[in-house]
């Protein structure tokens, strides 16, 4: 991941902070998932954002994996509405079907770049839930507030 891919991540990120400050959680993942903010610990909005900046894609994507990491994290929310934002092409590079860890979310909304959107939409398809794709950067938090509703 780099480029405009990298900044929808850092913009979808941002606004996530934005829209929940007090309880949300950002996953990044290639194998393993990785916690950049956990649900119940605080960090400044400005250092996950650079965090985010820092990620670089490389090797094997364990979605499901990172979906699972999501409804632990998700397990510790005190909402009442307890969404799981996935910004992906939902392509799995490793043996592993993502279609369960995803239908064991609570609400998943699922953003895919504009031209990589087959796995996304298939993903949706399977799960029966609301995706959109994604132009560029700058369409991210309206992306992120239309899927929201």
């Not at 985010?52 to 009442?80: F, I, K, M, N």
């Not at 504009?114 to 993903?123: F, I, Y």
């Not at 029966?128 to 509703?149: H, I, K, Y």
Request: proline share 7%.
């Amino acid at each position: 991941m780099g480029g405009a891919r990298l900044a929808a991540a850092a913009l979808t990120a941002a606004a996530c902070v934005w829209r929940a400050p007090g309880e949300h959680a950002v996953i990044a993942f290639a194998r393993e998932p990785r916690i950049l903010r956990a649900l119940d610990t605080p960090r400044p909005p400005d250092t996950l954002v650079d965090d985010v900046l820092d990620l670089r894609g490389h090797g094997v994507t364990g979605l499901a994996s990172a979906l699972r990491e999501a409804a632990r994290q998700l397990d510790r929310s005190r909402a009442v509405r307890k969404v799981t934002v996935l910004l992906s092409d939902c392509r799995a590079t490793d043996d592993e079907d993502p279609g369960p860890a995803a239908l064991a979310l609570p609400e998943l909304l699922i953003i895919a770049p504009s031209e990589d959107t087959e796995e996304a939409e298939s993903l949706a398809r399977v799960c029966g839930t609301r995706w959109a794709a994604l132009s560029g950067p700058a369409e991210a938090p309206s992306v992120l507030t239309a899927l929201l509703g």
